[in-house]
């Protein structure tokens, strides 16, 4: 039973070990991975509400692809993308972080705490 209990502890100070080891963030995501995420995260909101004021999209959202996004701002951290629907003849702004992280969407492109 000591054995065990000395195992668990000896596995359980390995993982936290490595775990605080870890880097607090992950590497900065390509452009190309950033507009492809921007239409998934907007191809979603066609099916849902994200509870951000704008409802659920029309269905035409869920059929647009990523030539259809572009950055409309950068900065230290973030990017903006512009994701437009020629159907539509609309557009949805994704916020997001330099990783990839989604953070906030709309139809304004103005987001607040960003420059």
Known sequence: MKFRIALCLLASLFISSNLLAHGSGHAPISEQKALLIATQTTKGFASIDPQLGFGVVPASWANITSDTATIFQSGDGYRIVK??????????????SDDGEVYDANISGKFEGVN
């Open 83 to 96: 994701v437009v629907n020629p159907k539509e003849e609309s557009a949805l702004y994704i916020l997001m």
